[in-house]
């Protein structure tokens, strides 16, 4: 599950994860471009691959980007297509993959 997580985070932010710089980049004419904006999103996906990696400092620069609202409403949306992701791959319901990442049993 982890890898998963963090291989998502990696598309969001292919620089995040292989610890490469970013890449500058330029409007037309040559000059550097304003940082762009996170989206909850990117935010979620960074914030719950440092989490999962035990890296509190990008977790708390991750949950800087959006508001605290965002950031949960981004963590649901990558919760349910992590759940959804596994499930197709397992072959098994969204419900029963759920219930196994908790460890519960299902009722």
């Known amino acids: 599950m982890t890898g998963f997580i963090r ?5 969001l932010h292919p620089g995040r994860r292989t610890g490469a710089a970013r890449r500058t980049v330029l409007h037309r004419g040559g ?9 909850l999103f990117e935010a979620a996906a960074c914030y719950v691959a440092a989490d999962a990696e035990g ?23 990558l919760a349910c ?7 197709r791959e397992r072959e098994q319901s ?10 519960l049993p299902l009722p």
């Open 7 to 11: 291989d998502l985070a990696g598309v």
């Open 31 to 39: 000059r550097p471009a304003a940082e762009r904006p996170h989206n």
């Open 55 to 77: 890296d509190e400092e990008r977790g708390a620069q991750a949950a800087e980007w959006v508001s605290p609202e965002a950031l949960a409403f981004g963590i649901h949306e």
């Open 81 to 87: 297509r992590a759940v959804l992701a596994l499930a």
């Open 94 to 103: 969204p419900r029963e993959v759920a219930h196994d990442l908790l460890g």
